[in-house]
């Protein structure tokens, strides 16, 4: 009888203890969907294609995160901008690496890799990258088809997540 007791009760302890789970729910995003929201936002974007160069170190950590959100991370584009060419023009252009963070969640981006990005112009002249908790402002190796698609969407053609 003591032993059961004994069991309920660290049993008890470790229901109490442990808390609630708690897990972030993100819902994949498509780049041809992000497009659109750009293209009917009131900010001015641009869309990139190429790699950000900037200290990874300055991105918040899952210990920190709150608290390091508000920072600003320096980075450096290379790559193309697009046109109603298509992704033909070079650029090289420093971008503001603004990260946002939910609990311990907060965006990232991995350095030197390449992305189609959605980089938007602040009132001041600057760009800046939102770099939030469930991704949506970029999307690493996009493929041909996928940079076909927002070519489409540039050029006016038709331009929808599913086609």
Avoid at 65 to 71: D, F, L, S, T
Avoid at 123 to 128: I, K
Avoid at 135 to 155: A, H, W
Wanted: proline share 7%.
């Amino acid at each position: 009888m003591f032993l059961r007791v004994l069991l309920a009760f660290i049993m008890s302890l470790n229901v109490v203890l442990a808390g609630p789970a708690v897990a972030l729910s993100c819902i994949v995003s498509d780049p041809v969907q992000t497009f659109q929201i750009a293209a009917n936002s009131s900010q001015n974007y641009s869309v990139l294609l190429g790699q950000f160069d900037f200290n990874k170190q300055l991105l918040p950590d899952r210990e920190h995160g709150p608290e390091q959100a508000a920072v600003r991370i320096p980075a450096q584009f290379q790559g193309l901008i697009l046109s109603r060419n298509g992704f033909v023009t070079p650029l090289t252009q420093q971008v503001i690496l603004q990260p946002s963070c939910l609990s311990i969640w907060c965006g990232a981006i991995i350095p030197d890799r390449r992305v189609l990005a959605f980089v938007h112009q602040e009132p001041d002249g600057s760009w800046q990258l939102n770099l939030n908790e469930c991704g949506g402002t970029f999307y690493y190796d996009p493929s041909r088809e996928t940079l076909e698609k927002i070519v489409t969407c540039m050029q006016g053609g038709p331009c929808s997540p599913d086609q």
